[in-house]
Protein backbone atom coordinates (compact mmCIF):
# COMPACT_ATOMS: atom_id res chain seq x y z
CA UNK A 1 0.00 0.00 0.00
CA UNK A 2 0.99 3.53 -0.35
CA UNK A 3 2.83 5.26 2.21
CA UNK A 4 4.24 8.78 2.81
CA UNK A 5 6.84 9.38 5.92
CA UNK A 6 7.57 12.92 6.86
CA UNK A 7 9.78 12.02 10.12
CA UNK A 8 10.55 15.61 11.01
CA UNK A 9 7.29 16.84 12.58
CA UNK A 10 8.46 20.28 13.86
CA UNK A 11 11.53 22.34 12.76
CA UNK A 12 12.67 25.61 14.40
CA UNK A 13 14.93 27.78 12.52
CA UNK A 14 15.89 31.46 12.42
CA UNK A 15 15.21 33.70 9.20
CA UNK A 16 17.65 33.35 6.59
CA UNK A 17 19.09 29.84 7.56
CA UNK A 18 18.55 27.33 5.27
CA UNK A 19 16.25 24.18 5.94
CA UNK A 20 15.59 21.22 4.44
CA UNK A 21 11.94 19.07 4.91
CA UNK A 22 11.92 15.48 4.36
CA UNK A 23 9.49 13.44 2.68
CA UNK A 24 9.96 9.31 1.84
CA UNK A 25 7.43 7.66 0.16
CA UNK A 26 6.25 3.69 -0.60
CA UNK A 27 4.80 2.61 -3.48
CA UNK A 28 4.57 -0.31 -5.68
CA UNK A 29 3.56 1.61 -8.72
CA UNK A 30 5.98 2.49 -11.52
CA UNK A 31 3.86 5.61 -12.09
CA UNK A 32 3.52 8.03 -9.74
CA UNK A 33 3.23 11.63 -8.63
CA UNK A 34 4.72 13.34 -5.85
CA UNK A 35 3.32 16.86 -4.46
CA UNK A 36 4.48 19.39 -1.88
CA UNK A 37 1.70 21.48 -0.34
CA UNK A 38 2.03 24.39 2.09
CA UNK A 39 -0.78 25.12 4.67
CA UNK A 40 -0.48 28.11 6.30
CA UNK A 41 -2.52 29.37 9.61
CA UNK A 42 -5.21 30.23 7.50
CA UNK A 43 -5.81 26.12 6.86
CA UNK A 44 -6.16 26.46 3.09
CA UNK A 45 -3.48 23.77 1.16
CA UNK A 46 -1.40 25.68 -1.59
CA UNK A 47 0.26 23.35 -4.55
CA UNK A 48 4.11 24.27 -4.37
CA UNK A 49 5.47 21.45 -7.03
CA UNK A 50 4.09 18.48 -8.42
CA UNK A 51 7.02 15.64 -10.27
CA UNK A 52 6.25 12.70 -12.08
CA UNK A 53 7.67 9.20 -11.51
CA UNK A 54 9.85 9.48 -14.94
CA UNK A 55 11.46 12.99 -13.96
CA UNK A 56 14.27 12.66 -11.32
CA UNK A 57 15.38 16.15 -12.40
CA UNK A 58 16.00 18.62 -8.99
CA UNK A 59 13.75 21.71 -9.71
CA UNK A 60 14.75 24.64 -8.31
CA UNK A 61 11.74 27.76 -7.78
CA UNK A 62 13.08 31.06 -6.48
CA UNK A 63 13.98 29.78 -2.87
CA UNK A 64 12.36 26.46 -3.13
CA UNK A 65 14.10 23.59 -4.33
CA UNK A 66 13.02 19.67 -4.88
CA UNK A 67 15.33 16.80 -4.65
CA UNK A 68 13.73 13.81 -6.21
CA UNK A 69 15.69 10.33 -5.47
CA UNK A 70 13.99 7.04 -6.56
CA UNK A 71 17.17 5.03 -5.47
CA UNK A 72 16.11 6.06 -1.77
CA UNK A 73 12.07 6.97 -2.64
CA UNK A 74 12.57 10.02 -1.37
CA UNK A 75 11.49 13.85 -2.25
CA UNK A 76 12.86 16.14 -0.16
CA UNK A 77 11.82 20.46 0.10
CA UNK A 78 15.00 22.77 0.87
CA UNK A 79 14.04 26.54 1.76
CA UNK A 80 17.20 28.68 1.25
CA UNK A 81 17.58 31.68 2.87
CA UNK A 82 14.32 30.95 4.63
CA UNK A 83 11.67 33.91 6.16
CA UNK A 84 9.17 34.06 8.84
CA UNK A 85 6.35 34.14 5.80
CA UNK A 86 7.61 30.55 5.52
CA UNK A 87 6.25 29.21 8.62
CA UNK A 88 3.20 26.73 8.21
CA UNK A 89 2.69 22.99 8.00
CA UNK A 90 4.13 21.63 5.12
CA UNK A 91 2.42 18.42 3.71
CA UNK A 92 4.54 15.73 1.10
CA UNK A 93 1.93 13.46 -1.11
CA UNK A 94 1.40 10.47 -3.12
CA UNK A 95 -0.84 9.98 -6.20
CA UNK A 96 -0.57 6.18 -7.31
CA UNK A 97 -3.06 3.66 -7.91
CA UNK A 98 -5.85 2.47 -5.28
CA UNK A 99 -5.10 -0.99 -4.84
CA UNK A 100 -8.88 -1.77 -5.25
CA UNK A 101 -10.12 0.48 -7.87
CA UNK A 102 -6.75 1.62 -9.83
CA UNK A 103 -7.59 4.49 -9.72
CA UNK A 104 -5.60 7.57 -8.08
CA UNK A 105 -5.77 9.71 -4.95
CA UNK A 106 -3.62 11.57 -2.92
CA UNK A 107 -2.11 9.77 0.13
CA UNK A 108 -0.70 12.81 2.63
CA UNK A 109 2.49 12.43 4.69
CA UNK A 110 1.87 13.70 8.41
CA UNK A 111 3.26 17.25 7.83
CA UNK A 112 6.25 19.40 8.71
CA UNK A 113 5.27 22.64 11.15
CA UNK A 114 7.87 24.96 10.28
CA UNK A 115 8.55 28.06 12.41
CA UNK A 116 10.71 30.35 11.19
CA UNK A 117 11.96 32.95 13.91
CA UNK A 118 12.50 36.88 13.22
CA UNK B 1 -10.85 33.45 -11.56
CA UNK B 2 -12.69 32.68 -8.12
CA UNK B 3 -11.42 30.24 -5.82
CA UNK B 4 -12.43 27.10 -4.62
CA UNK B 5 -14.88 28.09 -1.82
CA UNK B 6 -16.83 26.03 1.33
CA UNK B 7 -19.50 26.91 3.26
CA UNK B 8 -20.08 27.42 5.74
CA UNK B 9 -16.44 27.69 7.27
CA UNK B 10 -17.53 26.86 11.02
CA UNK B 11 -19.87 24.78 12.07
CA UNK B 12 -20.48 23.33 15.61
CA UNK B 13 -22.97 20.08 15.99
CA UNK B 14 -24.04 17.48 18.61
CA UNK B 15 -23.30 13.92 18.58
CA UNK B 16 -25.89 12.27 16.39
CA UNK B 17 -27.06 15.23 14.22
CA UNK B 18 -25.81 15.52 10.46
CA UNK B 19 -24.61 17.89 8.93
CA UNK B 20 -23.99 18.96 5.06
CA UNK B 21 -21.06 20.99 3.69
CA UNK B 22 -20.99 22.39 0.42
CA UNK B 23 -18.58 23.15 -1.96
CA UNK B 24 -18.16 25.39 -5.17
CA UNK B 25 -14.80 24.55 -7.69
CA UNK B 26 -13.47 26.53 -9.61
CA UNK B 27 -15.25 28.00 -12.52
CA UNK B 28 -14.66 25.09 -15.33
CA UNK B 29 -13.28 22.50 -13.46
CA UNK B 30 -15.68 19.18 -13.38
CA UNK B 31 -14.13 17.63 -10.57
CA UNK B 32 -14.59 17.77 -6.68
CA UNK B 33 -12.56 15.70 -3.85
CA UNK B 34 -13.34 16.15 -0.15
CA UNK B 35 -10.52 14.77 2.19
CA UNK B 36 -11.24 15.26 6.38
CA UNK B 37 -7.88 16.48 8.23
CA UNK B 38 -7.74 15.66 11.73
CA UNK B 39 -4.86 16.26 14.48
CA UNK B 40 -4.41 12.22 14.89
CA UNK B 41 -4.87 10.98 11.06
CA UNK B 42 -3.65 13.68 9.45
CA UNK B 43 -5.11 14.70 6.11
CA UNK B 44 -7.06 11.12 4.48
CA UNK B 45 -9.25 11.27 1.48
CA UNK B 46 -12.85 10.82 1.54
CA UNK B 47 -13.72 10.83 -2.12
CA UNK B 48 -14.35 12.39 -5.25
CA UNK B 49 -16.78 13.27 -7.49
CA UNK B 50 -16.51 14.01 -11.23
CA UNK B 51 -19.55 14.65 -14.03
CA UNK B 52 -22.27 13.98 -11.25
CA UNK B 53 -20.70 10.39 -10.07
CA UNK B 54 -18.67 9.47 -7.38
CA UNK B 55 -15.92 7.92 -9.01
CA UNK B 56 -13.22 7.56 -6.17
CA UNK B 57 -13.76 6.36 -2.67
CA UNK B 58 -11.63 6.31 0.52
CA UNK B 59 -11.75 4.23 3.50
CA UNK B 60 -15.01 6.13 5.58
CA UNK B 61 -17.54 4.57 7.12
CA UNK B 62 -21.30 4.94 5.12
CA UNK B 63 -22.21 7.44 7.37
CA UNK B 64 -19.93 9.75 5.03
CA UNK B 65 -21.83 10.61 1.66
CA UNK B 66 -21.35 12.65 -0.97
CA UNK B 67 -22.94 14.30 -4.29
CA UNK B 68 -22.21 16.75 -7.47
CA UNK B 69 -24.77 18.89 -8.96
CA UNK B 70 -24.70 19.41 -13.01
CA UNK B 71 -22.84 22.78 -12.01
CA UNK B 72 -20.22 20.77 -10.25
CA UNK B 73 -20.68 22.04 -7.37
CA UNK B 74 -20.49 19.64 -4.44
CA UNK B 75 -21.91 18.81 -1.28
CA UNK B 76 -20.82 16.28 2.08
CA UNK B 77 -23.11 14.91 4.16
CA UNK B 78 -22.07 13.33 7.42
CA UNK B 79 -25.20 11.53 9.30
CA UNK B 80 -25.35 10.85 12.99
CA UNK B 81 -22.39 12.67 14.07
CA UNK B 82 -19.58 11.33 16.67
CA UNK B 83 -17.06 13.42 18.65
CA UNK B 84 -13.96 11.86 16.04
CA UNK B 85 -15.62 13.49 13.06
CA UNK B 86 -14.51 16.86 14.21
CA UNK B 87 -12.16 17.42 11.84
CA UNK B 88 -11.10 20.40 9.37
CA UNK B 89 -13.13 18.92 6.01
CA UNK B 90 -11.22 20.46 2.65
CA UNK B 91 -12.35 20.60 -0.85
CA UNK B 92 -10.24 20.37 -3.53
CA UNK B 93 -11.21 20.87 -7.31
CA UNK B 94 -9.45 19.99 -10.70
CA UNK B 95 -10.23 20.34 -14.37
CA UNK B 96 -10.48 16.78 -15.10
CA UNK B 97 -10.96 13.74 -12.70
CA UNK B 98 -7.72 13.53 -10.35
CA UNK B 99 -6.96 9.92 -12.01
CA UNK B 100 -5.58 11.91 -14.33
CA UNK B 101 -3.02 13.70 -11.74
CA UNK B 102 -4.27 17.23 -12.71
CA UNK B 103 -3.56 19.63 -10.19
CA UNK B 104 -6.03 20.09 -7.61
CA UNK B 105 -6.61 23.83 -5.67
CA UNK B 106 -7.87 23.53 -2.43
CA UNK B 107 -10.46 25.50 -0.51
CA UNK B 108 -10.04 27.22 2.75
CA UNK B 109 -12.12 24.47 4.52
CA UNK B 110 -15.15 23.80 6.59
CA UNK B 111 -14.25 23.41 10.53
CA UNK B 112 -16.61 21.18 12.42
CA UNK B 113 -16.93 20.55 16.15
CA UNK B 114 -18.92 17.71 17.53
CA UNK B 115 -20.13 18.46 20.85
Known amino acids: AQKVTQAQTEISVVEKEDVTLDCVYE???????LFWYKQPPSGELVFLIRRNSFDEQNEISGRYSWNFQKSTSSFNFTITASQVVDSAVYFC???????????????FGSGTRLQVQP | KAGVTQTPRYLIKTRGQQVTLSCSPI?????VSWYQQTPGQGLQFLFEYFSETQRNKGNFPGRFSGRQFSNSRSEMNVSTLELGDSALYLC??????????????FGPGTRLTVL
Open chain 1, 93 to 107: ALSDALVDTGRRALT
Open chain 2, 27 to 31: SGHRS
Open chain 1, 27 to 33: TRDTTYY
Open chain 2, 92 to 105: ASSLEQAVRDNEQF
